[in-house]
């Protein structure tokens, strides 16, 4: 591999967020997505950093973790004149992500940008073996590392989490709030972010239920796997034939079976990670997601890449940080509902922003225990803990 030579700074780069429609400079090939053998690029002659991202399984059109991912690198880079260029493996591998990753710094790029908890198998394998090469990963967890074999966080290397349990509580107390009181959750696998966000969910609803009155029954199950298929569909059937009003559909695509199920009885979901409100409603129904629970995705990468333009990516590296609650505006922190969120009289704007102040100043507390029993997180609501599906 080729070694990534330090270009002195010859201007003082300007970090900013430029508009989505930010097109790069003439010549550049920064949407090509490199799949097979690498191909020369060279990094900006007046930046020190070139970035680089590399695609979990899907492409920078899943309206999920690729694409924010993608367009929050894009935008950061376009706005500061840095190179950056995508890279999509050529199956759901670690040999493949390995392959990109690798790609990448032959090429001459050197911070690599990497979502979800897939890439920490690739991590383990390359982050110690390229210390001039800066690694930002997006949930993968220590959890994650350490499974992969990854003794300790190189200091070359800094992961985001997210407290899942936040804006899962969120996602629950708006649902309840907003009438809604026979409710489902649908996992993908129980790994330990999708189990936060469960347990959130049914503390926020238990919450609620608290506040109102209102008799609320949660359907509680895990798919075992992170993409919908005609079985889990056919349970979904079954969830909403019996009364269901609203599944939480928590776990990479498994949204497409409570979407599908949802779609044939006029019924509601909630999506998870991004805003799912435009591929789910656009491909199953208009108005069908109420909300999504999310993550920052698209602040983390611009925290991170502004401090790599600012020579302060050492006070990131070697870290896992849980991101959660920075602010008590909604929209500065790293857990937040949709801004699609179908606001109503039960639950409006100005009540989501009193449950974030209150969240962020402790009056609200979530707890993020997932060692004990589903049913065992609520006082006021029943708990159908159906486990695995499949």
């Keep these: 591999m080729k070694r990534i030579l330090a270009l002195l700074l010859a201007a003082v780069l300007v970090v900013a967020l430029a508009s989505c429609g930010a097109k790069p400079a003439d010549g550049d090939n920064n949407d090509e997505a490199t799949t097979a053998a690498p191909v020369d690029v060279t990094p900006a002659a007046d930046a020190e950093y070139a970035v680089a991202m590399i695609t979990d399984y899907g492409d920078i059109t899943d309206q999920s973790f690729n694409q924010t991912t993608y367009e929050a690198c894009k935008e950061f880079c376009d706005a500061n004149g840095v190179d950056f260029k995508y890279f999509k493996p050529a ?173 044939k009885v006029n019924s509601k979901v909630i999506g998870v990670d991004v805003d799912q409100a435009g591929i789910i409603d656009g491909k199953y129904g208009e108005g069908m997601t109420v909300t999504s629970a999310m993550k920052g995705l698209a602040p983390t990468v611009k925290t991170l890449l502004t401090a790599v333009a600012e020579d302060k990516f ?37 009540d989501y922003k009193a449950l974030v102040a209150d969240m962020f100043a402790g009056t609200v507390t979530v707890s993020d225990d997932i060692s004990v029993a589903a049913a065992d997180v609520v006082k006021n609501i029943s708990v159908n803990d159906l486990g695995n599906l499949k």
Excluded: H
């Design 91 to 263: 199956s759901d591998s670690d040999e493949d992500r390995v392959a990109m990753i690798e790609s990448a710094i032959d090429e001459g790029f050197n911070v690599i940008v990497m979502p979800g908890y897939a890439f920490a198998n690739a991590i383990a394998t390359t982050a110690p073996n390229y210390e001039d090469v800066k690694f930002i990963a997006l949930d993968v967890s220590e959890y994650d590392l350490t499974t992969a074999g990854l003794a300790e966080i190189p200091a070359n290397l800094y992961s985001a989490v997210y407290k899942e349990e936040l804006c899962g509580y969120m996602a629950g107390y708006a649902a309840v709030k907003l009438g809604y009181s026979k409710l489902g959750f649908l996992g993908g696998m129980a790994v330990p972010a999708v189990v936060r966000y469960g347990y959130g969910f049914l503390q926020g609803a238990d919450a609620a239920a608290a506040e109102t009155g209102a008799d609320v029954s949660v359907n509680y199950a895990y798919g075992n796997q992170f993409y919908g298929d005609a079985d889990i569909t056919a349970a979904m059937d079954t969830w909403y034939g019996d009364g269901t009003e609203i599944v939480f559909a928590c776990g990479g695509s498994i949204y497409s079976s409570a979407a599908e199920a949802a779609a």
């Design 314 to 350: 050492a006070d990131y590296g070697g870290k896992i940080e849980s991101l959660g609650l920075v602010s008590e505006n909604p929209d500065d922190n790293y857990v937040q509902l949709a801004g699609s969120t179908q606001f109503a009289d039960g639950f409006t704007a100005d």
